[in-house]
């Protein structure tokens, strides 16, 4: 068994986690006056009232997960548990330790998926430390047993064994080893041993995934897997901080201090995500922004989960006011143009305060980064307000080979997937190559133009030995997408299919197209090659997969005899020119 280490003092008076005595105190009278986390607070009531006269969460296992039950058993446990905090009220307490019942008797807690047993962890943690007083000595007993018997132990024997999750660079590693410090720490008076040993692995391995923030905050796996990994790193940097005074330099490391900025640049002005990888669009309340806010010095996150909290007011949870922070005064505007490189995304827009502006997300990357799509060369555009170009999202997880990443696996059959479903090329028909690198190649965010050129040669190696997009917006103009190819030798034929995926209604004439959704319209229009015309197609998936309603595709298809194949096309909000140069020279 690995060594325990040395732990700093444990605080001794409960709550502990997350609740410590100054934060508790803020609480409970140092925000009397601030309008907003009185309504925050009332709303978390009547979440808490609402829960009063539900059954609690019944033990179910849908497919190898049961990870939405674990997630709302953390969500009601902390809810309860807080209202008790405010206003020490039996019926929370009750309810409360109703549910952390229920979730006693389950058979196990679903170690083979072992996201469950950590946010059950995580669940029984704050439970054990937020309801100390009102625990009797039996119930106490009872519920730090179960939180050993059914997670710590399976959890400290995967850290030794170790299972695949311990030392991999996403989420996984810090939701698990996480979630199992946290329980570590509600049960390191009564079981300091296990305690150590578990908190020793986690505070190894956990950089290794924290790492994957590093240089500048992005997230591979797309937005909504930042949140996730945002969310545990928050929540294990601050139990450790509330409950010993010290993170083990765990909040130091590279990359973190700029996270917190990743989800805003990857807002569009359409207020949705652009969701690369197996993300969705929506982009709503996260707690986390408050906490990184708060400790790097962001105002930006605090306001942007201030107006995510007021755009969406039924989502507000416990640890928004426990992380709470007042809305900024001072309004700072990020740049319009960023590119990450580790993640190889960039985003750009004309403006942040113009709910009309136009937003664009690109993406490079790699087939073996976690939860990768082949949408090498991908956009997404949004304009006036309106998603234009879309990403159609993750499929089925349980899908067969849905995790099968190499060349030829089973993921890449999956129409959503793949670079068929993607505003991307197609060349001769065939997938991207999910072994390749792609890169952002140069990027100019300056003045009133902002481009970036991606290198996508390694996704089409069977095809051309060069393929390069270059994205430019203009603000008084559009959106420009000139993609040039250098065919290879070896090519039987030279086919390129430019296309553009969007769930809105499509009007061609020949080299245009007028796009229209919520009283809006886009015009497209060819600039290159001039033998070219748009035609219209379909997005149409096997009867297994999820599917697409309202969506098709813009498309261009160019059989080109030359070596060479240069496309240009132009989006705009009224009909426009631009001029077509080399992207050697952009």
Not at 352 to 371: E, I, R
Request: aromatic share 10%.
């Amino acid at each position: 068994m690995h060594s325990p280490i040395s732990l700093p003092a444990l605080a001794a008076k409960h709550p502990r986690l997350f609740l410590n005595q100054d934060r508790l105190f803020r609480l409970q009278s140092g925000l009397e006056t601030d309008a907003v986390f009185e309504n925050l607070k009332g709303r978390l009531f009547r979440q808490a009232d609402a829960l009063l006269n539900e059954p609690a969460t019944e033990f179910r296992i849908v497919g190898p997960r049961m990870l939405e039950r674990a997630q709302q058993i953390f969500a009601r446990v902390a809810t309860l548990s807080l209202a008790y905090q405010f206003v020490q009220l039996p019926q929370y307490a009750e309810r409360a330790k109703q549910e952390l019942f229920a979730v006693r008797e389950y058979p196990h807690w679903n170690p083979s998926h072992f996201l469950d047993t950590a946010e059950l962890c995580t669940a029984f943690a704050i439970g054990l430390d937020w309801l100390h007083d009102a625990l009797s000595e039996a119930e106490r007993g009872a519920f730090e047993e179960t939180l050993v018997e059914k997670g710590l132990v399976p959890g400290v024997r995967a850290q030794e064994k170790p299972e695949w999750w311990v030392r991999v660079t996403h989420n996984w590693n810090l939701v698990c080893n996480g979630g199992l410090a946290i329980g570590a720490l509600a049960v390191a008076d009564a079981l300091p041993e296990l305690a150590s040993t578990i908190l020793a692995q986690s505070v190894k391995n956990i950089p290794i995934a924290l790492d994957s923030f590093a240089p500048d905050g992005a997230w591979e796996g797309g937005p909504h897997y930042w949140e996730y990994s945002a969310w545990y790193s928050a929540l294990t940097i601050d139990a450790l901080e509330t409950s010993l005074g010290h993170d083990f330099g765990l909040a130091e490391r590279p990359g973190l201090d700029r996270a917190g900025l990743f989800p805003l640049h990857c807002l569009g002005s359409s207020r949705l995500y652009f969701n690369f990888a197996d993300a969705d669009v929506a982009a709503l309340p996260q707690a986390s922004l408050f906490w990184l806010g708060q400790r790097y010095r962001l105002p930006e996150c605090v306001a942007e989960n201030h107006r995510r909290l007021q755009e969406h007011p039924d989502r507000v949870q416990a640890f928004d006011l426990i992380w709470y922070q007042e809305r900024p005064t001072q309004h700072i505007e990020l740049p319009c143009g960023v590119a990450f490189k580790r993640a190889e995304i960039a985003c750009m827009r004309t403006s942040w305060n113009d709910p009309h502006s136009f937003f664009v997300g690109a993406k490079a990357g790699s087939g073996q980064t976690d939860h990768a799509h082949l949408d090498f060369g991908a956009f997404v555009l949004d304009a006036a307000g309106v998603r234009w170009s879309s990403d159609l999202g993750p499929d089925d997880y349980d899908l067969p080979g849905y995790w099968d990443h190499g060349r030829g696996g089973g993921r890449w059959n999956y129409y959503r997937l793949n670079n068929r479903s993607h505003s991307t090329l197609m060349l001769n028909g065939h997938l991207q190559n999910p072994l390749g690198q792609t890169t952002i190649a140069q990027a100019s965010f300056q003045g009133q133009s902002q481009s970036v050129v991606l290198d996508l040669g390694q996704a089409y190696s069977s095809d051309a030995s060069a393929v390069r997009r270059g994205i430019r917006l203009v603000r008084e103009t559009g959106v420009l997408i000139q993609d040039e190819v250098a065919w290879s030798p070896e090519a039987k034929q030279h086919e390129l299919r430019w296309q553009l995926t969007t769930d809105a209604g499509i009007a061609i004439q020949g080299k245009t197209a007028v796009l229209s959704k919520e009283g809006r319209t886009l015009h497209v229009r060819i600039l290159a090659p001039l033998t070219a015309d748009f035609q219209g197609s379909s997005t149409v998936a096997t009867p297994m997969e999820q599917p697409n309603p309202g969506f098709h595709q813009l498309i261009v298809t160019v059989h080109d005899a030359a070596d060479q194949t240069r496309v240009a096309i132009l989006m705009s909000l009224a009909p426009a020119e631009a001029e077509v140069i080399p992207l050697a020279r952009w």
